[in-house]
């Protein structure tokens, strides 16, 4: 890169474009912008990413973002132990504890099956989840990997896998979101909206 | 914010929203990319939004992005003193740079006139453009503000307020693009393509 910025400028250009979805343009006006900010805007960024990775893990039982291992869901004895619901990221996990619907316990895979990109079985935490299902109470797992290729995929692939344990495996439903417009709703989604229907 | 995410996910996540442009999912995004990143990549963007604030400054010539004070093109006593390129930001003294075709000195103005935004003349460096057209042997200011509304503004504020000093004042050509399409321009692009059209 031969941008005409000072070295540290360039230096953390070069940073903030290993962020995801940023390119050089945008690593650019971040950094002008650390550089306009007062100090104290840098100091907090530099304390806060510290401190991510110093404190911040995932937890042994669900993989679920913590700071505490096991995490507070996994040693709730209120949450109900005999369900389990599979995402594919932390992020998902706190989406649903958003909305404060679900009252059992999570397992994150870390990803979705994705063979083109190498992605494989193996690079999930499958195998913890059959574990996890073999013992203790677990009466039915719901799968809540995302409505894309790969999620549905590693949905299959997850109902095939832990069907045999005598668990029952359900997905989570697919339909027309909350405040969504049928005129402009994608066919599958539509198909899926019919498909799904339900007696009123 | 309350997202569910540990005490140091959500400083984080806090601290990334301060960003031009970031709002809350892109921010996730970010943090939980500094958590499956390598403690390395934390450690290392740290040090460099602190390196920049140390190390990185405006000249006090031409408020220019620099490691030294005055910046070096200021210095350089191969460019042309009497000739000012006024821009909007530092950044864009560093496109022309990549140019490699002015031989001048520059002027950083640190923005743009936005009365409905509250940026006045004395909120740019205005004061110090015309102390610095005054002294010396500056003869020619090219008035290289953005193309945009406020760019424009700002170069006829600055036209008026220089041409009685008696220095020379130009602005920067409009007209099509390199690699653009005529099919595709703008009225006002195409209008002043015409409008500065040169003998062949």
Same mark, same amino acid.
């Given at each position: 890169m031969a941008l005409g910025l000072t070295p540290s400028m360039e230096r953390l250009v070069e940073e903030l474009k290993r962020f995801p979805g940023v390119g050089e343009k945008t690593a650019l006006r971040f950094a002008f912008f650390v550089l306009r900010s007062d100090h104290a805007f840098a100091a907090n960024l530099a304390h806060a990413l510290l401190g991510v990775k110093e404190q911040s893990r995932f937890c042994s039982g669900c993989f679920g973002l913590t700071e505490q291992d096991p995490c507070p869901i996994c040693c709730d004895p209120r949450r109900r132990s005999d369900?389990?619901?599979?995402?594919?990221?932390?992020?998902?996990?706190?989406?649903?504890?958003?909305?404060?619907?679900?009252?059992?316990?999570?397992h994150v895979l870390g990803g979705a099956l994705a063979p083109?990109?190498?992605?494989?079985?193996? *690079?999930?935490?499958?195998?913890?989840?059959?574990?996890?299902?073999?013992?203790? *109470?677990?009466?039915?797992?719901?799968?809540?990997?995302?409505?894309?290729?790969?999620?549905?995929?590693?949905?299959?692939?997850?109902?095939?896998?832990?069907?045999?344990?005598?668990?029952?495996?359900?997905?989570?439903?697919?339909?027309?979101?909350?405040?969504?417009?049928?005129?402009?709703? *994608?066919?599958v989604t539509l198909a899926q909206s019919l498909e799904g229907r339900r007696e009123m």
């Open positions: 369900e389990i619901c599979v995402v594919e990221e932390a992020a998902d996990m706190m989406a649903f504890e958003r909305a404060q619907e679900y009252r059992g316990r999570y083109l990109d190498g992605v494989g079985p193996d *690079d999930l935490r499958c195998n913890e989840l059959v574990a996890r299902a073999k013992e203790g *109470d677990v009466r039915e797992i719901i799968v809540a990997t995302n409505p894309s290729a790969e999620g549905e995929a590693t949905a299959h692939y997850l109902a095939r896998l832990l069907k045999p344990l005598g668990v029952r495996v359900t997905r989570i439903a697919r339909g027309l979101p909350m405040g969504g417009d049928l005129e402009y709703a *994608d066919i």
